[in-house]
């Protein structure tokens, strides 16, 4: 027989009320009586009603989480970890993609879509503009993740673009590389436009010059784009000694061309990606990145999220909340060549 927050308020030795208030993760409630709430309720193996508990609340139980693209492996594992965190809190998350197109964009995000009521949307967009979201005829909160160049009134979770950019072009300039490549600029797109800053900072700290013509735009961070671009970049008069790749799929189809013209990386081309994808710990050679904190991203961006739609955060209706997310440089055989294990 499944148990009730009676059972486990009888166990606990408190009023369900206050069974009901740990169940709801209800901030005030002190640690010591939580612990024995919670114990309780592993013990007895009681299981929330959560559809009543939506109906009761007026919520659907649902977060919406907006990619550009489910395929690119950045995007399916922060979706992976965000499905873990908003599970955890008893919450689904429905997905959809946009593949970076304005219309479908604006059609998830300023609109319910498909008659489906969010209590929240985490969205990655690529197209959206401040006043597209300032108009969203949904009340439900949205929080944007990635690097933006505008000002919305929404909690935006990111990493600084600008600053691992900067990290991960130094490094390379370190290893006395100094015609490094940049494969990935986009104009007008929030990420790249950082990620070329932080790239032309670097280059400005070391006092070395910047070749404009290895500043290779592509439409897309997939492998084939990195191919193509790293192609024309072995084409040019004076090829480039290093690159750094906007994203870890570029810089792997970059590689892979890099060997197939009988370039060694690292010793005639050193390559370094951007995200920390499970392909690059086991590409030959293994690939050396900017790695994101995505569980950390994850944890934030539900964790926020759920603050708006329970009204518990601090600085409900004072404004927007910018949560920076932690990242490192992680070094690999891309750089540095295959060292003893």
Request: glycine share 8%; hydrophobic share 45%; aromatic share 6%.
């Amino acid at each position: 027989m499944a148990s009730t927050l009676k059972d486990v308020a009888l166990r606990a030795g408190v009023s369900v009320r206050t069974v009901s208030n740990v169940v709801n993760n209800y901030v005030y409630v002190a640690e010591e009586t939580r612990a024995k709430v919670q114990a309780a309720i592993d013990e007895l193996g009681y299981r929330p009603n959560l559809l009543a508990r939506n109906l009761k609340l007026g919520r659907s139980g649902i977060i919406g989480l907006v990619v550009p693209e489910l395929d690119v492996p950045y995007f399916a594992e922060l979706a992976r970890l965000i499905v873990q965190e908003a599970r955890a809190a008893g919450y689904t998350v429905l997905i959809d993609q946009t593949d970076g197109d304005e219309r479908r964009e604006r059609e998830l995000v300023t609109e319910d879509p498909r008659g489906v009521s969010f209590d929240g949307m985490i969205v990655s967009p690529l197209s959206l503009t401040a006043e597209q979201f300032e108009a969203r005829r949904t009340t439900a909160p949205v929080l944007l993740l990635g690097e933006q160049l505008f000002t919305a009134r929404v909690d935006h979770v990111a990493i600084d673009n600008v600053a691992a950019a900067r990290e991960a072009t130094a490094h390379l300039i370190s290893l006395g590389r100094t015609r490094i490549a940049a494969i990935g600029v986009q104009e007008g797109v929030g990420t790249a436009m950082l990620r070329t800053r932080g790239y032309r900072e670097a280059f400005a700290q070391a006092g070395l010059p910047l070749d404009e013509a290895l500043m290779i735009p592509t439409r897309f961070y997939h492998r084939a784009d990195g191919a193509t671009a790293m192609a024309r970049l072995l084409d040019l008069p004076e090829p480039p000694d290093a690159v750094f790749a906007f994203s870890d799929l570029l810089a792997l189809g970059a590689q892979r061309v890099a060997l197939h013209r009988g370039l060694a990386v690292p010793r005639d081309v050193a390559i370094v990606g951007f995200d920390d994808i499970e392909d690059g710990r086991y590409s030959t050679p293994t690939l050396t990145t900017i790695a994101p904190d995505k569980a950390e991203i994850a944890r934030a961006a539900v964790r926020q999220i759920l603050a708006r739609i329970d009204g518990t955060d601090a600085d409900r209706g004072a404004g927007s909340k910018e949560i920076e997310s932690p990242y490192r440089l992680v070094v690999r055989e891309s750089t540095l060549g295959v060292t003893a294990a």
